[in-house]
Structures are given as structure tokens and as C-alpha cells.
């Protein structure tokens, strides 16, 4: 990169890893905010409330996508880079203010979920423009390194976000940490936002834009543009495939994994943040290496890869992961036979959005054991009393049914208290322990597959539409497949694995999805490396939009 280049990159992806700190420092609290906030519910419960929560600020992606990318093309790259970080530090902090659920009741939960809401809404204007931005300044046989700086702080940001929680729990100790510590690192992102934001007002606008913009071409109405033909409305589709089916590995690499391996595998948590950390960071190089690779050998290759290795290897790889972080729990939940044997109408479904059930019936209690301490466990349907088979053991229900299946648990094999697992970093020597290592390498095997599909395909997005409408063509696709597919992710696999009893059959949804989504793209998405963005036309497009070519 040249100077100026370097500046454009530098500038854009500073600005973009701190916005996602922000957004990913959320899912990296998971299990303190569902005890801050949902502390009305059982265990299982409040993490799905708070992964919920998590997803609001996915849901709401397209409608900021809506707004903000038409700004993006009616106005310019620059004004909306400036307006998201604001927004975006403005809800942070608010976070950090938030009292919680135990002094103010349902309030909380409701202000938390607005908060997250005005975070969706900035980060999903932050991605078109960054993107259509930094691919517009590129060189066209750089474009997907010069974009995988930008795409790769995703895995940054998260790595950031797991830092700063550790530093900050080493200062003030767990408990304090847990009592009022996890405020700290939403308080602080103040700072480095505000310099993002300087940073970012000494940026010159994309030279597309604003040759665009004195030629006296650029739309007047993006979004009806944006769906003027049948070809665009095809390539629409194909980005919203391509969005949802890289969302599934990247989140259930990160936020779905992190949470799962210190509520259901019962793993350290601060040993699961470091590994996490390092994992992550490792995660933005691949994410840059992955693009730089896509320049030379094309997009459709590397995306691919990672998605067919990610659909093949995904099922292995998490059953290696749960063996090795807690193996006393994986041998009991592969040899203690678990059967519950109750009336369908007595088991509710353990999750409960509107606050108006009880969970008190034998059969919802004695489910709320079994998830509690990560149990494998299978239903019978019967019209008789609840009893809970482990074994050839029989446990009935009444007022000891939680006690008497506890006990009979612990005989069995399971861990007492969801103990025995092996990842525990003490020291620094334990970083170089065989279970660490095992852990770190297997999670860095998923990030991998992650970025191999994030980095290719975020420079693809750009490259299938023209300049004049390329922010709101293809912002409006992307966090509509991130936000309904991507976000609600970790929450509808946390909710499968709760009801069914077990999280390898949760597995089955992104898996299937990622191998549907593969099978989808290999037919319709077209290789874009090298094309010149200035001269990008789809069938259907108008005269003064000239057919795109390859650049040199």
C-alpha cells in the first residue's frame, strides 16, 4: 500500500474494529448479563434472554441498512462513518449505565434491549459504507486484501473486547467484576471511539464517489434502483444467501461457542476468554490472508473451501472440543442412559418470552436439573406421574425429586456441579498445557473456515453492483441474512439444545443450512476478482452503466 492507501485502510478499519468492540463486547458477557438482567429465570433461560437480546441488535440490521446505506449513496461514504461511530458510542456507554433487573425490575430488560437495538442499527451502516469504501479506493488486483484489513477486524474487535474484560477482572477481582467490574468495559470504549472519530474526519471521500458525484450520475432513488431489474433483484438474492450461510460458521465459532463452553461444558471463564482472545486475533491475519489469497486464485475458491470444510469438519471438531474441555462430562453423557418419562402437557417448554409461565410441575423441574448440569437426556411420553429414568435407576417426582436426582446423577458419573473439566489456566505454563493447546487449535480450526468464507465474500458483495447503488444493493441483502440467520444463531441453538438435551443435535441447523447455502452459491454466484468497480453492469442495467471487465 501507498501512503495515501494505507491511510484510507488504516483510518477505516480502526474506526470499524472499535464499533464492533463495542457490538461484541455484549456476547462476550453473555452469562453476567443474563444474571444482571433476567435474574427472574432459571440458568438455561437467562442465557437464552440474553442471547436474545444479543439478537436484537441483528434483527434490526436491515432497517439500518434501509436508512443508512441510502445516506451511503445519496450523500456519501464519509458522513455515514462518522454518524455510526457516534451512535454506536452513545448506546455503549448507556449499557454501562443500566441498572439491572433487581432494581428496577422489567425496565431493565427493556432498556437493555433498546440499547442493543441503537447498536444494530449503527454497526449495519457501518458495514456498507466501510466496505463500498475501502473497495472503492482499492486497486483491483488488491481488493480483496485491501477489504479483508477492514473484514478481518470483526474477529479483532472480539478479541479486543475478550481482552479488556480479562484486564479489567484481573484489576477489580471476580467478584467485583461480577458485582459492578463488567460495567468498566463498556464505560471505557468512550475513548477510543472519540479518536476513531478524528481519525475518521481527516478521511477524503471515495474518488468514485466524487467522480460520480461531478459527472452528475449518481442516483436519485438507490433502494428502487437498487431492485430495478431482474438481474439485481437475482444478485440481491445471491448476497443474501452468501451473507446468511457465512454468518452461520461465524457465529457459531465465536459468540455460540463461547457461551456454550462456559455455561453447558461448565469451562472456566477466564481461561475460555483467554484462549478466545488469542484465537480471535490470530483470526483477523487469516481473515487478511484469506482475501489476499482471493486475488490470486478468485473468490469463489476460498469462500467455498471454508464453507464445505466448515459443513464437513464442524460436527468433529465440536465433539472434540466438548471431550477435551470437560472429558468427566463427555464420558458421562456418552454412558448414563437418561430417559424422562412424563405427560406431554406437564412439560413446558422451557423458554418464555412474555414472563407468564411457571416452570413448576415435576416434569419442568426435573428438566431444569438435567439442563442445568449439562445432562444428555431423551422424553417418553406417558399419562402417568413424572419419573426420570438414569440407568436402571428411577427417580419420582414429588418435593425430593431435585435432591434424589442430583444424587442419582452423581452416582452415575455426572460431575458433581458441572465440574470436571481440565481447561484451567493458573499460570503462564498452563497456557503451553496439552487441553489448552487442544482447545485453542480446534477453535481456531472453526474461526479458520470463518474467515476463509468472511474476507471473499465481503469483496464479492461489492464487486456485483454498480457505484451508483452499490452501498444500498448490497447492505440491504447482507445484514438481512447476518441479522435474521447470524444473530438469532446462538439463541436458537442454545434454546434446541436445552429442550432436546443435547447440543450435538442442535448442530444439525447450521450445518444443514451451511451445506444448502454452499450448494446454492456453487450455481449462481459468479467470479468477480479483478473486475473494475467503475465499469460494473448487470443485464437489465441502464446505457449509461457500461458491462463490467477485468482490470488490466
Known amino acids: 500500500?501507498?501512503?495515501?492507501?494505507?491511510?484510507?485502510?488504516?483510518?477505516?478499519?480502526?474506526?470499524?474494529?472499535?464499533?464492533?468492540?463495542?457490538?461484541?463486547?455484549?456476547?462476550?458477557?453473555?452469562?453476567?448479563?443474563?444474571?444482571?438482567?433476567?435474574?427472574?429465570?432459571?440458568?438455561?433461560?437467562?442465557?437464552?434472554?440474553?442471547?436474545?437480546?444479543?439478537?436484537a441488535g441483528f434483527i434490526v440490521r436491515?432497517?439500518?441498512?434501509?436508512?443508512?446505506?441510502?445516506?451511503?449513496?445519496?450523500?456519501?461514504?464519509?458522513?455515514?462513518?462518522?454518524?455510526?461511530?457516534?451512535?454506536?458510542?452513545?448506546?455503549?456507554?448507556?449499557?454501562?449505565?443500566?441498572?439491572?433487573?433487581?432494581?428496577?425490575?422489567?425496565?431493565?430488560?427493556?432498556?437493555?434491549?433498546?440499547?442493543?437495538?441503537?447498536?444494530?442499527?449503527?454497526?449495519?451502516?457501518?458495514?456498507?459504507?466501510?466496505?463500498?469504501?475501502?473497495?472503492?479506493?482499492?486497486?483491483?488486483?488488491?481488493?480483496?486484501?485491501?477489504?479483508?484489513?477492514?473484514?478481518?477486524?470483526?474477529?479483532?474487535?472480539?478479541?479486543?473486547?475478550?481482552?479488556?474484560?480479562?484486564?479489567?477482572?484481573?484489576?477489580?477481582?471476580?467478584?467485583?467484576?461480577?458485582?459492578?467490574?463488567?460495567?468498566?468495559?463498556?464505560?471505557?470504549?468512550?475513548?477510543p471511539l472519540a479518536l476513531s472519530v478524528w481519525i475518521r474526519t481527516k478521511l477524503h471521500e471515495s474518488p468514485l464517489f466524487l467522480k460520480m458525484k461531478e459527472e452528475g450520475t449518481q442516483t436519485k432513488a438507490p433502494l428502487r434502483e437498487a431492485f430495478g431489474s431482474r438481474a439485481r433483484v437475482r444478485m440481491v438474492a445471491i448476497v443474501f444467501v452468501m451473507a446468511a450461510t457465512q454468518s452461520f460458521i461465524g457465529y457459531l465459532s465465536t459468540v455460540y461457542m463461547v457461551t456454550t463452553m462456559k455455561t453447558y461444558l461448565k469451562a472456566d471463564s477466564f481461561t475460555i476468554n483467554a484462549i478466545f482472545m488469542v484465537v480471535m486475533l490470530i483470526g483477523f491475519f487469516l481473515c487478511v490472508l484469506a482475501g489476499w489469497v482471493s486475488d490470486r486464485v478468485g473468490r469463489r475458491p476460498v469462500l467455498f473451501a471454508g464453507l464445505g470444510l466448515a459443513a464437513l469438519l464442524t460436527f468433529p471438531v465440536t465433539g472434540a472440543i466438548v471431550s477435551t474441555t470437560n472429558p468427566d462430562l463427555a464420558r458421562a453423557q456418552e454412558n448414563v442412559s437418561v430417559t424422562?418419562?412424563?405427560?406431554?402437557?406437564?412439560?413446558?417448554?422451557?423458554?418464555?418470552?412474555?414472563?407468564?409461565?411457571?416452570?413448576?410441575?415435576?416434569?419442568?423441574?426435573?428438566?431444569?436439573?438435567?439442563?442445568?448440569?449439562?445432562?444428555?437426556?431423551?422424553?417418553?411420553?406417558?399419562?402417568?406421574?413424572?419419573?426420570?429414568?438414569?440407568?436402571?435407576?428411577?427417580?419420582?417426582?414429588?418435593?425430593?425429586?431435585t435432591d434424589d436426582l442430583l444424587a442419582v446423577l452423581k452416582t452415575a458419573g455426572y460431575p458433581a456441579d458441572g465440574s470436571g473439566g481440565t481447561l484451567k489456566i493458573s499460570g503462564i505454563g498452563d497456557f503451553f498445557g496439552g487441553p489448552v493447546i487442544t482447545v485453542a487449535l480446534l477453535l481456531l480450526t472453526l474461526v479458520?473456515?470463518?474467515?476463509?468464507?468472511?474476507?471473499?465474500?465481503?469483496?464479492?458483495?461489492?464487486?456485483?453492483?454498480?457505484?451508483?447503488?452499490?452501498?444500498?444493493?448490497?447492505?440491504?441483502?447482507?445484514?438481512?441474512?447476518?441479522?435474521?440467520?447470524?444473530?438469532?444463531l446462538p439463541a436458537t441453538m442454545v434454546a434446541i439444545g436445552a429442550e432436546v438435551g443435547s447440543i450435538t443435535t442442535a448442530l444439525w441447523y447450521p450445518v444443514g443450512a451451511m451445506a444448502l447455502g454452499l450448494l446454492i452459491l456453487v450455481f449462481t454466484l459468479p467470479e468477480t476478482k479483478g473486475v473494475d468497480l467503475a465499469d460494473v453492469r448487470l443485464a437489465g442495467d441502464t446505457a449509461e452503466e457500461p458491462v463490467a471487465r477485468k482490470d488490466g
Not at 483510518?11 to 470499524?16: L, M, Q
Open 340 to 401: 424422562i418419562q412424563a405427560d406431554p402437557a406437564e412439560c413446558s417448554f422451557q423458554f418464555n418470552p412474555a414472563g407468564t409461565a411457571t416452570f413448576t410441575s415435576d416434569c419442568d423441574r426435573a428438566r431444569n436439573v438435567l439442563q442445568s448440569n449439562s445432562v444428555v437426556f431423551d422424553r417418553q411420553d406417558t399419562s402417568g406421574p413424572t419419573k426420570v429414568l438414569v440407568n436402571d435407576t428411577q427417580v419420582s417426582g414429588g418435593p425430593q425429586l
Open 448 to 488: 479458520a473456515f470463518a474467515q476463509m468464507a468472511q474476507g471473499p465474500a465481503a469483496t464479492a458483495m461489492a464487486e456485483v453492483f454498480p457505484t451508483r447503488v452499490r452501498a444500498t444493493a448490497l447492505s440491504i441483502p447482507y445484514q438481512l441474512g447476518v441479522g435474521v440467520f447470524g444473530g438469532l
Open 1 to 55: 500500500m501507498n501512503r495515501q492507501e494505507l491511510k484510507v485502510v488504516g483510518a477505516s478499519a480502526v474506526g470499524t474494529a472499535f464499533e464492533w468492540y463495542d457490538f461484541f463486547l455484549y456476547g462476550a458477557l453473555i452469562p453476567v448479563i443474563g444474571s444482571k438482567f433476567f435474574s427472574d429465570y432459571g440458568s438455561a433461560a437467562q442465557t437464552v434472554f440474553a442471547l436474545l437480546t444479543f439478537a
Open 62 to 191: 436491515p432497517i439500518g441498512a434501509l436508512v443508512f446505506a441510502r445516506i451511503t449513496d445519496l450523500v456519501g461514504r464519509k458522513i455515514v462513518f462518522l454518524m455510526t461511530l457516534v451512535l454506536m458510542g452513545v448506546s455503549t456507554v448507556a449499557v454501562g449505565l443500566l441498572p439491572t433487573a433487581d432494581e428496577i425490575g422489567i425496565l431493565a430488560p427493556i432498556l437493555l434491549v433498546t440499547c442493543r437495538i441503537l447498536q444494530g442499527l449503527a454497526v449495519s451502516g457501518e458495514f456498507g459504507a466501510a466496505v463500498t469504501y475501502v473497495s472503492e479506493y482499492a486497486p483491483a488486483r488488491q481488493r480483496g486484501f485491501f477489504v479483508g484489513w477492514l473484514t478481518g477486524t470483526t474477529a479483532l474487535a472480539f478479541s479486543m473486547s475478550l481482552g479488556v474484560q480479562l484486564l479489567v477482572q484481573a484489576i477489580v477481582g471476580v467478584e467485583a467484576f461480577e458485582a459492578w467490574g463488567w460495567r468498566v468495559p463498556f464505560l471505557i470504549s468512550v475513548v
